[in-house]
């Protein structure tokens, strides 16, 4: 748990966010009424399977692109943290140069 958020901010956030996927997904259901009709997912001719199969493909893929773009940002973040302990830093945080 951050210092800086709460338990129940981050319940409370948890919440607006959850509200915010279960809006997106009916909404995206109703575009999909609109533009196919209301019954097309159990019209024969409709392989959700195959469908279903491909989405999956292409979020694994989009997990492996935000698992790679995390990857180098906590590197990064390493990298730096890393030279700030080798920085003297004085009073307030600020950087004393060496031997001052």
Avoid at 26 to 34: A, I, P
Avoid at 58 to 76: G, H, T
Wanted: overall charge negative; some cysteine.
């Amino acid at each position: 748990m951050s210092d800086f958020v709460t338990e129940e901010q981050l319940k409370h956030e948890v919440r607006i966010l959850d509200a915010a996927f279960h809006y997106e997904c009916q909404r995206r259901h109703e575009l999909g009424e609109k533009k196919y009709g209301p019954i097309k997912f159990l019209e024969s001719d409709n392989d959700l399977l195959r469908m279903l199969q491909e989405e999956l493909v292409d979020a694994a893929n989009y997990a492996r692109y935000l698992w790679v773009r995390i990857e180098m940002l906590r590197s990064r973040i390493e990298e730096q943290t890393a030279e700030l302990q080798d920085t003297p830093l004085g009073r307030d945080g600020i950087v004393v140069p060496h031997g001052d």
